[in-house]
């Protein structure tokens, strides 16, 4: 018989979704619990005030159901005027960094269509832990210290400053006002959250949201893209989101014909290679969805992708022109019952905790997804009213033929497909253990422009063996102090006939990896 499993980045949001399976619900059922009481018990991961995307498969369907419940800018932003005072990019404390949360939209439309127990019984978790209270960990602790200058007084996180000085680990935390905002939702769902005290509240605090534009849903189905790796199709979902780059990483691996060795310093070098080879050019394809550039379908196209892999050299690293990294505050989540449907789900506030905005009574901050946008005069993801930014979030959703077979994803902002590339080509490709694949050290690539060749922090624990090769090749090597923390934590469930595997990441002391 099979098992339900949990895959999280806390181990309350794992309860949640385990006692919601339990009680008789789905995974969908349980994927919405997990993603609400983490953004309650982890708010500097992600919120009501952030984003979502989904993955939903099940047994039998041809492919996955995704969902996009990415929010989009307010209807008054202005981005001439933001040139015009000498800006180059969007500020975190400007109104237009602000974009609609997506996430309510995005739990109700989930609970509509796929769930099977209500939006009632899956947020009673979420609701209980946020009257009830529920211990700091280490890293959130850290989160708020740092940020006290900006929210120490902001009645949107008042719990986690009590006379003034950010939370400690160990302390209990009770949020009542998100408690009674999600309550809300539960009696009068979407319109009690957007139409309500929570929109109310939204278009207060920023200047550029209307409540016309909160009357809009942000949730919408959209077809995944996907392409097949060793027999699997690995399904993501299509831009706003830059989800293709990890999948297509594989691919281009795959075509160069490496074998799938983890010590072997050529395999490292094929992977760098060909990230880099996709990457270079994602922030000018990758924008709302009515403004991407070329067809959604193009970015896994086999003769795309055998172009990329052609212009890899296997002995020696390439110039690309630039991208940058940055951090996030993201939680990838996932779940699968006992028959077979499967969720890949992924939430996000963005840059940490957000934006310096938030809800004055509602107990929630609001997302900074507006910085995805660019400036630039008629870039396709230039910013502007009504659209969606370029989404970092990128779930995975695995596939053979026509049952689910692996679910991954993390936080780690724009190298979410680094890291998701990583994690697959151990796991799926090299047959790894999935505890060994997690504690694997992993790297990372933030800027390789024109004249310069990649640069590669990869975390301590390789064999010098490789890292000298690497370095012969033309990549330049850093090693971080330790384990990276924003690298992770990753989720992974592996679904086999009725066996079920997971494992958690080591980096995050939080994370939940539960098979039941």
Known sequence: MSSNVVATPHRLSAQAGRGVLESGGNAVDAAIAIVAAQGVVAPETCGLGGDLFALVHALGWERPQ?????????????????????????PRDHPAAVTIPGCVDGLVELS????????????????????????????????????????????????????????????????????????????????????????????????????????????????????????????????????????????????????????????????????????????????????????????????????????????TAGVWPAASANGAGTAFMCVADADGMAVSIIQSNYHGTGSTFGTARSGFLLQDRGRGFTLMPGHPNELGPGKRPLHTLSPTLWAEGNRPRWLIGTRGGNVQPQLIAQLAARAVMSGQPLAEAQGAPRWTIGGFGPGTRSHVVIEPGLPESITTELERRGHRISIADGPQAGWGPMSIIELDGSSRRTAPDPRVDTTAALVF
């Open 66 to 90: 995704a969902l996009n419940a990415s929010g989009r800018s307010g209807s008054k932003v202005d981005a001439e005027e933001l040139r015009s005072r000498g800006h180059l990019e969007i």
């Open 112 to 315: 509509s269509r796929l769930g099977s127990v209500g939006l009632g019984e899956a947020l009673t978790p979420a609701i209980n832990f946020a009257e009830e209270g529920f211990e700091v960990s280490t890293e959130q602790a850290a989160a708020f210290a740092r940020q006290t200058e900006i929210y120490g007084t902001h009645p949107a996180v008042a719990g986690f400053y009590p006379d003034g000085e950010a939370v400690r680990a160990g302390d209990i935390v009770s949020r009542p006002d998100l408690a009674q905002t999600l309550r809300a939702v539960v009696s009068g769902g979407r319109e009690s959250f957007y139409g309500g005290v929570a929109g109310q509240d939204i278009v207060a605090a920023v200047d550029g949201i209307t409540s016309s534009d909160l009357a809009v849903s942000q949730a919408e189905w959209v077809d995944p893209i996907g392409i097949e790796v060793r027999g699997l199709t690995a399904w993501t979902t299509p831009p706003n989101s830059q989800g293709y780059l990890g999948p297509a990483t594989l691919a281009v691996m795959d075509l160069l014909g490496v074998a799938d060795d983890p010590d072997d310093p050529v395999w490292w070098h094929s992977m760098i290679e060909g990230y880099r080879a996709l990457a270079w050019e994602r922030d000018d394809i990758v924008a709302d969805p009515d403004h991407v550039p070329l067809p959604v379908d193009l970015l896994l196209d086999p003769a795309r992708l055998g172009r990329a892999a052609a212009s890899v050299d296997p002995t």
